[in-house]
């Protein structure tokens, strides 16, 4: 392997541990990503670091703030998450309107499997749970067979599951009835009812809201917008 693709791999393989770090909230939001102490424990330059870092930020896990030299790990922000949301909310529901018409056999048992999978069995795991939603939802979308629709998903999620994640930890997970939420979706779209599909979306992303800011509130106090 030549120097250049080294120094790729090397990149790729810092960004993803990073990637899961800010994702899975082993390290904090607000956090600051010192470059020079993250290439020491990965043995590497600063070079893939900076580059890690950068595609972080073009996925805003990582903001870098005017006036100080480190950048930090994306903060907590209602607003933000509402925003996620709302365009979750309406790219999905385009997107399972569309998977009803055209989703095949085999994607719609995979998208039954991912849907038992939303099932609590043992003791309750917010990150199992967490990317059991992921997997439900992104079956949603590949089935909708529309890249743009796939794209945009790949392009938002991970910021909406590090928001799931933040929630989902502050909370009973046992309770949020994902399997009996997610089930009306599933039964919409194996009757290839498109409409339907759509609707339930709909419906389902009204309570996603609902949960996102009891679970929000519940972590900042009253009226808490941001984790500072």
Known sequence: MNDSKMMESLSETIYRKLYNDT????IE???????KDIAE???ASTS?????????AD????????GRKSPIVSRIRFADCMQLLEVRQSLEAHAAYYAAKRIKDDELEALRQKLEALKITGKP??????K???????QIFAASHNEYFISAFARIYPRFLRYLLYVMKNLDVSKLNQYERHLPIYNAIACRSAVLARDEVLDSAEYAFIIMHLGLEKADGPGGALLR
Do not use: C, N, W, Y
Not at 125 to 130: C, L, N, R, S, V
Not at 132 to 138: G, R
């Open 125 to 130: 795991d917010p990150i199992k749970q967490a």
């Open 59 to 66: 996925r805003g896990l990582v903001e870098k703030v005017p």
């Open 48 to 56: 893939p670091v900076r580059d890690a870092i950068d595609r972080l």
């Open 41 to 43: 424990e990965m043995s």
């Open 23 to 26: 994702i899975f909230l082993k």
């Open 29 to 35: 939001p607000g956090a600051t990503l010192v470059v």
């Open 132 to 138: 059991a939603d992921a997997a439900f939802h992104k």
